[in-house]
């Protein structure tokens, strides 16, 4: 590589954090935050295109300015060489992907990188490209259904012998704890909102049951 080709890149870096586009890399918990996700890829097709519209959608409206300087910002930089394309490409995406998570109410660390999506999500974004959300309901409600019948019996089992001894009696009240908690917890994401809260920042004791 030259050295006005160095100073050429480094240009763009010095561009890049001049616009606050040099986000900390780490961990995230959100389907949004990887590469292969529904927000980047809304954001590579859009710079291909040269049009912001499609990008829009995953911010709130006091958000939307900052996104429009950005992708223009982008589209600049990108017409510096392959280098300075991948370079404003990816700080794009951090831009979007932190505001995005902004304006959920939720924080930003980072990108995960492709394929790092968990196998329920990408079964979830497969049946919207199906069209049909059939496979994903048979096989979320195979899930629950299997991990209710499994507590349930333990806490049967353990149940018989409740009264025999202390120990016995503890390791009743584990599995009746755990067995109540887990469909307390079903009940509780079936009828409440959706949100990006990870399972951390989210309370350990469901509401309306504590032990």
């Known amino acids: 590589m030259t050295a006005k080709r160095v100073f050429g890149i480094t240009s763009v870096v010095v561009l890049l954090v001049g616009v606050g586009w040099l986000a900390p890399a780490g961990r995230v918990d959100a389907h949004c935050d990887t590469m292969d996700g529904p927000v980047v890829k809304t954001a590579q097709a859009a710079l291909e295109k040269g049009d912001v519209t499609p990008v829009l959608k995953w911010v709130k409206p006091p958000q939307e300015a900052e996104i429009r300087e950005a992708f223009q ?9 392959r280098e300075a394309r991948d370079l404003a490409d ?12 902004e304006g ?5 660390t980072g990108l995960k ?9 990408a079964a979830s974004d497969k049946a919207l490209e199906a069209g ?34 202390v120990a016995a009696g503890r390791e009743f009240v584990e599995a009746y704890v ?3 908690h887990y469909v307390e917890r ?20 469901p509401s309306g049951h504590q032990h």
């Not at 009828?191 to 350990?204: D, V």
Request: glycine content about 8%.
């Open 132 to 165: 049909s959300a059939e496979e994903l309901t048979r096989e979320i409600t195979q899930l629950i259904a299997e991990g209710i019948r499994h507590r349930f019996t333990k806490t049967m089992e353990t149940k018989q012998h409740a009264d025999e001894n």
């Open 186 to 205: 079903l009940h509780t994401d079936a009828t409440g909102p959706a949100g990006h809260a990870a399972p951390a920042e989210k309370s350990s004791e």
């Open 73 to 81: 910002k982008t589209l600049v930089v990108r017409g510096l060489g």
């Open 178 to 180: 755990e067995f109540v």
């Open 113 to 121: 990188p492709a394929g790092a999506v968990e196998p329920v999500v």
């Open 90 to 101: 990816k700080y794009f995406f951090e831009s979007l992907v932190r505001l995005h998570r």
């Open 104 to 108: 959920e109410g939720a924080p930003y």
